[in-house]
């Protein structure tokens, strides 16, 4: 199956039709610059593409997260990040946290490592932790950076400075956006696969624009971004865009108003940083990670209603909902691919 073929997923494959023609219909309402290009999968075909679990795989195996994230007061960014990097398979998370707040992220944090580094006043990450960040980066699979980091000038100095010198998969989140605000094509230099997870506000300060502009036509924004950036754009929100610099869009259909709750968006950081450590392609990573995080609170939300759900309740989720993406797709590969796989092309806006 080639990259092209991962699009969506269709929830309910024995209804496959007219699942795929409600999903277009609201996303043409949602997405307007979607084109005929754009299609529909199923949940096998998503199954499909998840990183292998050998059975004689350690944690070596599966990959090294390293997780650049918090500051005073958001401590709880980090811890999330690092969970969903370990919800989504990540055999090993460490979090490299300003010095001061290390003591607190020990003891919130049981399975995921802590690292101090170079911090200010207000133990926030100073720019001088900018060499110990590239070393740490280097010996991890890939990195996580910019969850509740904060806006202080310091810190951003320290990502623009850092970015371009960790080649290990990166993804880019929250706080760490700001620090390219209306300069995406800094992104650009960078050596290794990058994954920008902008929610409409952060997309508008890259491409200065105001959020209502960029969710007047989320695919146009998306794709712009994608070039400009040469990353792989997953934009946050109703229909959620993946769109890669080479032109490629994805709308995704999972996910929905439950997901309007603090600390999700972190959790989706550490899912795609996880999938990116796993080994998986930047593009297959947002993809994968948009689905899947968006599916968990489809079926929490199914059993408890649209509001309430926090976000270490949908990183908890997260392996269950992987497992059913594994087995479907392993039911699949007994059926007619008429069964299971449908491509639909969304009407010209």
Aim: aromatic share 2%.
């Amino acid at each position: 199956m080639s990259a092209a073929d991962l699009v969506l997923s269709i929830l309910v494959p024995a209804q496959a039709t007219a699942a795929a023609e409600r999903v277009a219909g609201a996303i043409a309402e949602t997405a307007p610059g979607v084109s005929g290009a754009t299609q529909l999968l199923t949940r096998a075909a998503a199954g499909a593409r998840l990183p292998e679990r050998p059975a004689a795989g350690h944690k070596g195996t599966f990959g090294h997260v390293l997780v650049v994230a918090g500051s005073e007061g958001k401590t709880g960014a980090a811890s999330l990040a690092a969970e969903g990097a370990a919800r989504a398979g990540a055999g090993l998370v460490s979090i490299a946290c300003p010095a001061g707040l290390n003591d607190i992220l020990e003891i919130k944090c049981t399975e995921a490592m802590t690292v101090p580094v170079p911090d200010t006043s207000d133990r926030s990450f100073a720019a001088r932790a900018a060499s110990v960040l590239t070393e740490l980066a280097a010996e991890r699979s890939a990195v996580a950076l910019g969850p509740g980091i904060g806006r202080g000038a310091e810190t951003l100095k320290l990502v623009r400075d850092v970015v371009p010198l960790i080649t290990k998969p990166l993804v880019i989140d929250a706080d760490g956006l700001f620090a390219f605000a209306g300069e995406p094509e800094r992104l650009a230099e960078r050596r290794g696969a990058t994954v920008l997870t902008p929610h409409p506000g952060e997309a508008g300060s890259l491409l200065n624009a105001k959020p209502a502009e960029i969710n007047r036509d989320r695919v146009a924004a998306a794709r712009a971004l994608a070039e400009r950036s040469a990353a792989v754009v997953l934009l946050k929100g109703a229909a959620t865009v993946v769109a890669a610099p080479d032109g490629q869009i994805l709308v995704n259909p999972t996910g929905g108003p439950a997901l309007g709750s603090g600390g999700t968006g972190d959790v989706l950081t550490g899912v795609v940083a996880g999938l990116l450590a796993q080994g998986c392609s930047a593009f297959d990573a947002a993809a994968l990670a948009a689905f899947v995080h968006g599916a968990a609170a489809d079926r929490m939300a199914a059993a408890a209603g649209p509001s309430g759900l926090l976000a270490g309740e949908l990183a908890r989720a997260l392996p269950g909902e992987f497992e059913s993406l594994r087995r479907r797709a392993s039911e699949a590969a007994e059926e007619p691919a008429a069964e299971w796989g449908l491509a639909v092309s969304f009407p010209e806006p």
